[in-house]
């Protein structure tokens, strides 16, 4: 099964607050057999539990506590008395089966058999003792054994040996699959205030200020100088003026342009070559349906490096007083 502490109790005991997992000395006999058993997963799984179970052992209660929320879960060491099977002709104390329902029935303080087996089950309704199973969920995937693995990896070699093609496996990330949606949040914010607007525009516009042009009327200075033309001061004080225009307006839609940056998403997306080709000239292609489009098919697609930018001031000309 999952780890204790990842199952989901309430599902099997709706509105219980705490459940106690009586430990068995039945059960700690056969974790010994399991700790050094050839099968590594079940061996490390042994090995695990019976470290959780000494840990118990270790407290004054010989509890401990394995999560808090939304049930209080306790892994708990039985201290019941030894068994008198006298009391329970029915029970054969040479059957495993038997031992853990007879665990039972001696705890008292109706306490309930827990077991994947069918047999502690049974038996146990028998002696009108409640017994439950795992739901489906709860338990890991089936194991493969030493041979399947063996073969499967047989399998995997020769495919990867005869193959002349590259293996190209691609998928999403964190790609929600039950709903088939990559959701986004898009954030609303709200237009800055006149005030602010005309503070952060004055601090641009102090950082970048109009430059005192002048014009010379000796032609001849003009086009041996350098200087500039009365027509072309006042081609800068056009642009420095609608510069001043661009500024404030990026300040009052500035908001928009927040909304426009949080509009984008990234999905991360894999591609695996799982063979010894060389997938050479792969290419990867997305297309996209809907009301949305990919930033990489569209001409005035920016990042975000460029939606904040301010506009630019117009350049300074040289000029000659």
């Given at each position: ?168 496996e691609a998928g999403f990330k964190e790609f929600d699959a039950s709903d ?34 002048a014009h010379t009327r000796d032609s001849i200075i ?100």
């Amino acid at each position: 099964m999952r780890d204790l502490k990842d199952i989901p109790w309430n599902d099997l005991f709706p509105g219980v607050q705490t459940v106690d997992l009586m430990i068995a000395p039945r059960v700690i006999e056969e974790l010994d057999k399991h700790k050094a058993g050839t099968n590594q997963r079940r061996r490390d799984r042994a090995r695990a539990a019976l470290q959780l179970i000494d840990k118990a052992s270790l407290t004054p209660d010989f509890a401990l506590v394995l999560k808090s929320n939304p049930v209080r879960l306790r892994l708990v060491i039985s201290t019941a008395d030894r068994l008198n099977w006298s009391a329970y002709p029915s029970l054969d104390p040479a059957k495993p089966d038997d031992q853990l329902v007879a665990e039972a029935l001696s705890f008292g303080n109706d306490a309930c058999v827990f077991s994947h087996d069918t047999g502690p089950r049974i038996r146990a309704r028998m002696m009108s003792i409640s017994s439950y199973t795992p739901l489906p969920d709860w338990l890991l995937p089936v194991e493969k054994t030493d041979d399947q693995r063996k073969i499967t990896k047989l399998e995997q070699d020769l495919k990867h040996a005869l193959s002349r093609f590259p293996s190209i496996e691609a998928g999403f990330k964190e790609f929600d699959a039950s709903d088939s949606q990559v959701k986004l949040i898009m954030p609303i914010v709200p237009q800055l205030d006149p005030a602010t607007v005309d503070r952060l525009t004055r601090h641009v516009l102090t950082e970048n200020p109009r430059s005192s042009v002048a014009h010379t009327r000796d032609s001849i200075i003009l086009q041996i100088g350098g200087g500039i033309s009365e027509r072309q001061i006042q081609q800068y004080q056009n642009d420095y003026a609608s510069y001043e225009t661009q500024v404030r307006h990026y300040y009052e839609h500035l908001h928009e342009r927040v909304m426009r940056a949080g509009s984008a998403i990234s999905v991360d997306y894999y591609i695996i070559n799982d063979s010894g080709v060389s997938a050479d000239g792969l290419r990867v292609e997305f297309y996209l349906n809907g009301n949305g489009y990919l930033l990489s098919d569209r001409d005035e697609a920016i990042g975000s490096d460029t939606i904040f930018k301010l506009p630019k001031p117009p350049p300074k000309t040289a000029c000659i007083f």
